[in-house]
T-cell receptor, first 114, second 111 residues
Framework: ETGVTQSPTHLIKTRGQQVTLRCSSQ?????VSWYQQALGQGPQFIFQ???????GRGNFPPRFSGLQFPNYSSELNVNALELDDSALYLC?????????????FGSGTRLTVV | DQQVKQNSPSLSVQEGRISILNCDYT??????FLWYKKYPAEGPTFLIS?????DKNEDGRFTVFLNKSAKHLSLHIVPSQPGDSAVYFC??????????FGQGTELSVKP
């Protein structure tokens, strides 16, 4: 059983640029959620994808967007990067309908915006 | 609006003693709670959970207590071990099925 894989592990971008983060979900999982964890804070929900459609969104602006592919992998895109976007971005996969809320997290992508 | 709060950013405990990590929540509609453990450079890993129909759940050295009237839960680790040193997050499942996290408590267990 493979876990959740995120790429890249680290990257540095300049303010105003665009970035794409990738996530491969755990085998058997059909739902992917993305979280932003700023330094010293808990993870904040960005959005969730199920069956290739956005299924719930947190308090993040439209420049944060995502995709889910038929193999359940996912991308997080952030346009017009701001300094405050610097954070650890976590992807979590789960199987909808699983009663124990079995979220499996990846190790995250550390984004630094300069 | 922080719906799940962990008011202690850090906790230091001697090896072998009890660690108690606290968490408060504001939304009485939350009916499932989880604790996650996070090491540096790793994602959060699930530790233990509790449904609102229970007031206690135990798994080995880890016990979670839920006080619904006070909207408070706590994680007890007995006995604490140096390998338990990590950041612990309390989380609630909201009505949409997403995780709402607290700010985390960094536990340090000293030998």
């Amino acid at each position: 059983e493979t876990g959740v894989t995120q790429s890249p592990t680290h990257l540095i971008k300049t303010r105003g640029q665009q970035v794409t983060l990738r996530c491969s979900s755990q085998s058997g999982h059909n739902t992917v959620s993305w979280y932003q964890q700023a330094l010293g804070q808990g993870p904040q929900f960005i959005f969730q994808y199920y069956r290739e459609e956005e299924n719930g969104r947190g308090n993040f602006p439209p420049r944060f967007s995502g995709l889910q592919f038929p193999n359940y992998s996912s991308e997080l895109n952030v346009n017009a990067l701001e300094l405050d976007d610097s954070a650890l971005y976590l992807c979590a996969s789960s199987q909808r309908g699983q009663g124990d809320y079995g979220y499996t997290f990846g190790s995250g992508t550390r984004l630094t915006v300069v | 609006d922080q719906q799940v709060k962990q008011n202690s950013p850090s906790l230091s405990v001697q090896e072998g003693r009890i660690s108690i990590l606290n968490c408060d929540y504001t939304n009485s509609m939350f009916d499932y709670f989880l604790w996650y453990k996070k090491y540096p450079a790793e994602g959060p890993t699930f530790l233990i959970s509790i449904s609102s129909i229970k007031d206690k759940n135990e798994d080995g050295r880890f016990t979670v207590f839920l006080n619904k009237s006070a909207k408070h839960l706590s994680l007890h680790i007995v006995p604490s071990q140096p390998g338990d040193s990590a950041v612990y997050f309390c989380a609630a499942i909201d009505q949409g099925g997403k995780l709402i996290f607290g700010q985390g408590t960094e536990l340090s267990v000293k030998p």
